[in-house]
């Protein structure tokens, strides 16, 4: 692996990266599966597979709000990444969407909320892969914004 050193929340039921690969620590973390450790504390990033997703925003929504609401206080960004492109979420074209009832557009509205009250980002990915490499992409640029502003807060 190549990037920061990951640390993934030991209750993550599917981790993308294993136990015993390098560069991989499992930590209990106070929001969302997976950080490194100098953002931990600043910038989470919270996996998700379309169904999870779903009944995160539909379903179970109290539960992932007491979640955002926790990072919030704790003054922690968070990055959603789902695996699923947006369109295919949308359009339900993933196993078993075409059993749930909420319409596409409910489901882009909601997101769409969410992201402006609790200032989510949302990452649509293609595969687990692709989720892999945008949250390390992502752990990097926070990174560099996380250092960028300590820097300023330490020359004023």
Not at 4 to 29: A, H
Not at 36 to 61: C, M, Q, V, W
Not at 97 to 107: E, I, R, S, T, Y
Request: charged share 35%; aromatic share 12%; net charge positive.
């Amino acid at each position: 692996m190549t990037g920061p050193i990951i640390l993934v929340d030991t209750r993550e039921q599917e981790p993308l990266w294993e136990k015993g690969e390098p560069g991989i620590s499992f930590k209990k973390l106070q929001v969302c599966d997976y950080t490194t450790p100098f953002l931990l504390g600043k910038a989470h990033a919270e996996r998700k597979s379309p169904n999870d997703l779903y009944s995160s925003i539909i379903g179970d929504h109290e539960r992932f709000k007491r979640m955002i609401k926790r990072a919030v206080k704790l003054d922690i960004k968070i990055a959603v990444f789902v695996e699923c492109p947006e369109r295919q979420f949308y359009g339900k074209r993933f196993k078993f969407g075409w059993k749930l009832k909420v319409k596409g557009n409910q489901l882009a509205k909601t997101i769409k909320t969410m992201k402006s009250r609790y200032n989510l980002d949302f990452y649509w990915c293609k595969d687990r892969q692709d989720m892999k490499d945008k949250i390390v992409d992502w752990f990097i640029e926070y990174g560099k914004i996380a250092r960028s502003q300590e820097a300023q807060r330490e020359y004023t």
